[in-house]
């Protein structure tokens, strides 16, 4: 009979550690060395903290300055082939601006990625 409440108790635990292991949402420090613009706002150069909550194959994401947020809009998590010695922030030259379109986190194989249909879908 005591097997049933231990049993019972250790299948708590886990379930408990693993919801909570999921919903924790990771940050990371970027700078930018170059105005750039993400889902519409314009991110003046400087270092931000990109907090991100991943779903899946999705990811909600913020831009952080001195602990306000900035922006944010929705990404996709892409894995790397070679994990980058350091966080890199790519963007593509689109009518003169620098438009974010990735972000690679140093020493992960994991990046987020920004395309038309994710900063619509930020807005």
Do not use: C
């Amino acid at each position: 009979m005591t097997k049933i409440p231990v049993r019972f108790a250790l299948l708590a635990l886990a379930l408990t550690v693993t919801i909570s292991a999921f919903a924790k949402p990771k940050s990371e420090n970027v700078t930018l060395y170059q105005d750039a613009t993400v889902n519409g706002t314009n991110l003046p150069a400087g270092d931000y903290v990109v907090k991100y909550d991943v779903s899946g194959s999705n990811a909600q994401v913020k831009f952080m300055k001195s602990g306000k947020e900035v922006a944010s809009t929705n990404g996709e998590v892409k894995t790397l082939a070679k994990k980058p010695a350091a966080n890199q922030v790519v963007t593509t030259d689109e009518a003169g601006s620098h438009v974010i379109s990735e972000i690679d986190f140093g020493g992960k194989d994991t990046a987020l990625t920004f395309g038309a249909a994710g900063t619509a879908a930020g807005k």
